[in-house]
């Protein structure tokens, strides 16, 4: 099934793979409508003890997201902590965080919108492998019909979801785009001025405003709190007027997180090009490349438990799958190639590539009141299970 919004497509998101019809309606109307908690290995919770080491914490939070809550805690607390995850603004959600350095004492901190709760210490940090995937819990309202019959949660492609790319205003793969292309201008004009119709008009009258690069510092003080990384580029921009420098000025996390993201792009782009011609997504076959029930990566063996991966393009890229063909054709609209990937000039933001699965694997799945819980693994996006149930036509209005 095919007809997706335009802001699917934007996404590289232009196919449905389930049947049925779609309920209308909307997510995240009120805050506790969406809640989400994580779910780490019993092996790695086993090895948290009462002593001292790496103090890990649950952080609950509602109403901002992972990277502006650590960021707040550390301004006032002098807490770096490290999250395993990032959760966006929208819901109540809770995820384990873990000190940077080794510590004797811990204590609660309660803010505005952010409870962080110590639950005890580990000796070696906690890595991503740890966190292994997440408990949802969503109500779906004003929905025009009955969704209670849906049944088709396993066999949904495993795209990145709208936050991936910036929700309101998808951007961040236009700026990672740019990056590889060693075009700072042009990341620079992706973040501060593309402006998108579900923006604000303070905001876009504001990217308007910024687009003039001779006169920002007249508008510097224009910039609101939520837009700090706007306000770091546009600083440095007014000191000393290269785009490089002003860019190389924001976090390093997340100017790998837009590298990321155009790398997401090609892939959803990808699985859309290969749905749409008619490869099996769901079931690994003879000479595919596979995951195990323990994630690791290896050929098929005809072992029921292996799920199908699919290639992640970098500067490392695969060939040697059945989707060479779509990732061949996706690079060439693109003008990219994978050696791109390789920055020569920030080093720091290559990336190799690796492989994603092409399907979710969705447990637990229930719908009660017009709530649906369930749990997916680590990596994977509820909205694009709820866009397979609710089908919108517009998903940034339905609340996506």
């Known amino acids: 099934m095919s007809n997706s919004p335009k802001i699917d497509s934007d996404l590289g998101i232009s196919v449905y793979t ?6 209308g309606g909307k997510i995240r109307e009120s805050t506790d409508d969406f809640e989400v908690s994580e779910i780490f290995s019993e092996s790695a919770l086993s090895k948290i003890n009462q002593d001292n080491g790496y103090a890990v914490y649950k952080l609950k939070k ?3 997201d992972t990277n502006h809550a650590l960021s707040k805690i550390f301004q006032k607390h002098g807490l770096r902590l490290k999250a395993f995850g990032l959760k966006d603004a929208k819901g109540i959600t809770e995820q384990f965080v873990c000190s940077h350095r080794q510590l004797t004492e811990t204590s609660k901190i309660s ?5 962080l709760e110590p639950i005890g210490f580990v000796k070696k940090p906690f890595t991503k492998k740890d966190m292994i995937g997440n408990n949802f819990k969503i109500k779906i309202t004003d929905n025009e019909k009955d969704f209670s019959n849906f049944n088709e949660e396993n066999k949904i492609l495993n795209f990145y979801g709208y936050q991936r790319f910036g929700s309101k205003r998808p951007v961040t793969h236009l700026i990672g785009k740019s990056l590889i292309q060693n075009d700072y201008d042009g990341a620079i004009d992706e973040l501060l001025c593309t402006t998108s119709e579900y923006d604000s008009k303070e905001n876009t009258e504001l990217r308007e405003k910024l687009s003039d690069r001779n006169n920002l510092k007249f ?28 860019f190389h000025a924001l976090p390093l996390s997340i100017r790998r997180f837009f590298v990321q993201a155009y790398q997401s792009f090609i892939f959803n782009k990808t699985l859309s090009l290969a749905f749409s011609d008619g490869e099996d997504l769901f079931l690994p076959h003879e000479g595919d490349v596979c995951f195990d029930a323990s994630h690791s990566l290896g050929k098929f063996c005809n072992d029921p438990l292996q799920r199908l991966a699919i290639p992640f393009v970098g500067y490392a890229y695969y060939k040697k799958t059945r989707f060479h063909y779509q ?42 009141d017009n709530v649906v819980s369930f749990s997916l693994s680590r990596g994977s996006f509820a909205t694009i299970l709820l866009r397979e149930i609710i089908k919108p036509q517009n998903p940034i209005l339905a609340g996506f």
């Open 18 to 23: 389930t049947s049925f019809s779609g309920c």
């Open 219 to 246: 508008f510097f003080d224009e910039i609101p709190p939520q837009m700090d990384l706007e306000k770091t580029v546009v600083g440095e921009l007014i000191r000393h007027k290269d785009s490089k420098k002003a």
């Open 327 to 368: 990732i061949s054709k996706v690079l060439e609209s693109e003008e990219i190639e994978a050696k791109n990937f390789f920055l020569k000039d920030m080093q720091e933001l290559s990336s190799e590539g690796g492989f994603r699965n092409a399907s979710i694997k969705c447990d637990d799945f229930t719908i009660s």
């Open 62 to 64: 509602h109403d901002i």
């Open 111 to 115: 803010e505005k919108k952010i409870s």
